[in-house]
């Protein structure tokens, strides 16, 4: 019997994401312990937990592969920004792919696919194939955190043992739905190398635009500033025995990307429980791993929203145009009531900091210091105000007999609450309806102006 468990959902959280990241950066978080655990909990050489009981995932077998599944389905469940599903092999219990989408923030409808089959033929099998479904959760957790322009759909496949049917059946669906999907890697056996010689296998066919996704592979293999040492084979026309050939079958653009076949250096233990995890070279799955997440963070694109703030005069602009703002005092640690435009004329000195939203992404600028005001104040000889702190009449004297005063009060979020033009020598403002603390007061004419912090009592 399945456990039933929930999961809490934070309606009142903002959802974070990493700025700022370069596709190196990003590359450079591959973790190899993090897929190392990983493969050992999904070719069940070591115990995890699933629906909340500690298992061992002693079998991937299409029949008797549900505990796997629900490991994936709550794995990248708790991912923020992703969409998981399962989705039931012609509706059917028992059968199924595990799919979680990402939505792309610019180009939500253009779509990319990494994939790998987490079905097996016998125990452990951890190169073929918890080593590629590591690597897709390993993707998953990273770009998860990153906003991106398109969509990235994080595919594990049920059923490929037995005839490629869980990405037969998806692909079925994706071509009559018309989703535009521009590339579909898979990744299948892409942990062993048992001479040491870093070759592996782009296996591609002239269908759609496959030969071009090789080609940007190859161009991200090649880039100095990813350091990669692996030698590439392209086998063109490719195998059709694995994932990507139910996507070519559709006119989808696909290849598969893993150990070398070509030059005769696949795993021994191929579709036997000799497949453990103890046969795989772990710096030479790494970098494979790393050469994926270098293709997919490219098409992905990161999205970067530009977060810096300039000032003219006494008013900041949000550098970023086309998105939402709402500026913040960073003093207070609040929201300024109705500061919403992209840009916003301080009242008073201070730290200040806007956050921009654009789509689904949400970045707060750096803190900027404003200090514009205190260029032009008064001499104690003009303006005196008294007393501090008030309780109830604060008097507001004149004494430099400017011809017209503005006066102003704002609370401490600096929100306008009293306001009054003063040709009088003497002033007096009522502040006893105002509840206790902190108010700043501003007082200015044509050429000067004068911001001081009254406690109120
Ligand atoms: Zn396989």
């Not at 066919?205 to 350091?227: C, F, H, Q, W």
Request: hydrophobic share 35%.
């Amino acid at each position: 019997m399945k456990k039933a468990y929930f999961i809490l959902v934070c309606s009142l959280c903002f959802s974070s994401f990493v700025y700022g990241q370069t596709i190196t950066e990003v590359i450079n978080q591959m973790d190899l312990d993090s897929l190392q655990l990983t493969l050992r909990e999904f070719s069940g050489e070591q115990t995890t937990i699933v629906n909340g009981n500690e298992v061992t995932i002693s079998s991937r077998v299409q029949s008797n592969n549900e505990l796997a599944a629900d490991y994936l389905f709550q794995k990248l469940d708790k991912l923020d920004h992703l969409n998981v599903v399962n989705q039931f092999i012609n509706g059917e219990a028992g059968r199924r792919n595990i799919i979680a989408t990402q939505l792309g923030k610019t180009n939500p409808d253009n779509i990319y696919i990494i994939c790998a089959h987490y079905d097996s033929v016998a125990a452990y099998c951890a190169d073929d194939n918890a080593s590629g479904t590591a690597t897709v959760l390993e993707i998953a957790r990273i770009l998860s955190t990153q906003c991106l322009d398109n969509t990235i759909v994080y595919a594990l496949w049920d059923e490929e043992e037995i005839g490629l049917v869980g990405a037969g059946y998806y692909a079925n669906q994706a071509a009559a739905n018309n989703d535009n999907i521009l590339g579909v890697l898979n990744i299948d056996m892409m942990g062993y190398d048992g001479n040491n010689d870093n070759n592996f296998d782009i296996d591609v066919r002239d269908v759609a635009n496959s030969l071009e996704m090789k080609d940007d592979l190859i161009s991200i293999l090649n880039t100095p500033e990813y350091g990669f040492s692996l030698q590439v084979n392209v086998v063109n026309p490719g195998t059709s025995a694995s994932d990507h050939s139910r996507f070519w079958n559709q006119g989808y653009s696909a290849v598969l990307v893993g150990e070398s076949w070509e030059t005769d250096d696949e795993t021994p233990y191929y579709h036997s429980s000799g497949d453990t995890y103890n046969t795989l070279n772990f710096p030479y799955y790494h970098a494979l791993s790393k050469l994926i997440m270098g293709y997919m963070v490219t098409k992905a694109g990161l999205v970067n929203v530009t977060n810096s703030v300039s000032q003219s005069g006494n008013v900041l602009t949000a550098l970023q145009n086309g998105a939402s703002y709402q500026w913040i005092n960073i003093d207070t640690g609040t929201a300024i009531l109705g500061e919403t435009n992209q840009s916003f004329t301080p009242v008073m000195n201070g730290s200040y900091a806007v956050e921009i939203t654009l789509g689904s992404c949400i970045e707060t600028s750096n803190s900027f210091d404003f200090n514009s005001l205190s260029l032009e104040t008064f001499k104690n000889t003009e303006i005196a105000f008294y007393p501090n702190p008030v309780k109830t009449n604060l008097v507001i004297e004149n004494i430099g007999s400017f011809e017209e005063l503005e006066i102003e009060l704002y609370d401490i979020n600096g929100k306008l609450i009293l306001q009054e033009s003063a040709i009088k020598i003497k002033t007096t403002l009522n502040l006893s309806a105002l509840s206790n603390g902190v108010y700043f007061l501003k007082i200015k004419t044509n050429n000067k102006l004068q911001l001081s912090k009254i406690i109120k009592d």
